[in-house]
């Protein structure tokens, strides 16, 4: 069956440390892979989109890998801060349609 | 700046009721979707449209209905209301600019809406 399984429900981090968020799929050949980000009450905000030809996405602190042998993709915050706080979802492009993973709740600590 | 708009915020009905929830778009795009999101579960697409007098199933289409008579209106029909269709409920709209593949574009989300059916 196909299945989008993000890491864990929860991760928790210290200030300053680097988040690693993981995104995995099963019988999925996605064009491209996003992620949102998805704060209490609000609906998913867009962050980034990696093609299946790119290796290394990056935006400011952020960094997404693609890894389409592994059906992985990795999602990096660096220097996290306690405003990265936030529910992060990873989205595959599925024959003309999104499937989202059920997300990771990020908490970074002071 | 009033990007995906969604009206109401929050809302309780009783089994069997009906109710339809708004959207509304200022951003003139083209694709618009609608997606229930239940707790430790990803969102799923409930029915999008490519246009204007265009509409289709997604994954959960089932209890509901949509219609899309203009670009920036997508409203969503409840008719029989169930507890199983308690979830929040978000809309998005996204750009494209021709046919093919629906979803190689950034969505963009209203701020839900949270129904409850008891």
């Known amino acids: 069956s196909q299945k989008i399984e993000q890491n864990s429900e929860a991760l928790n981090i210290q200030e300053g440390k680097t988040a690693t968020l993981t995104c995995n799929y099963t019988?999925?050949?996605?064009?491209?892979l996003q992620w949102y980000r998805q704060d209490p009450g609000r609906g998913p905000v867009f962050l980034l989109l990696?093609?299946?030809?790119?290796k290394e996405k990056r935006k400011e602190r952020l960094k997404v890998t693609f890894d389409t042998t592994l059906k992985q993709s990795l999602f990096h915050i660096t220097a996290s801060q306690p405003a990265d706080s936030a529910t992060y979802l990873c989205a595959l492009d599925v024959n003309n349609d999104m499937r989202f993973g059920a997300g990771t709740r990020l908490t970074v600590k002071p | 700046n009033a990007g995906v708009t969604q009206t109401p915020k929050f809302r309780i009905l009783k089994i069997g009721q009906s109710m339809t929830l708004q959207c509304t778009q200022d951003?003139?795009?083209?694709?618009m979707y609608w997606y229930r999101q239940d707790p430790g579960m990803g969102l799923k697409l409930i029915y999008y449209s490519v246009g204007a007098g265009i509409t289709d199933k997604g994954e959960v289409p089932n209890g509901y209905n949509v219609s899309r008579s203009t670009t920036e209106d997508f409203p969503l029909r409840l008719e029989l209301a169930a507890p199983s269709q308690t979830s929040v409920y978000f809309c998005?709209?996204?750009?494209?600019?021709?046919?093919?593949?629906?979803?190689?574009?950034?969505?963009?989300f209203g701020a839900g809406t949270r129904l409850s059916v008891l």
């Open positions: 951003m003139n795009h083209n694709y």
């Open positions: 998005a709209s996204s750009y494209s600019p021709g046919t093919g593949t629906l979803a190689k574009n950034i969505q963009y």
């Open positions: 990696i093609r299946e030809n790119e």
């Open positions: 019988n999925y050949s996605p064009a491209y």
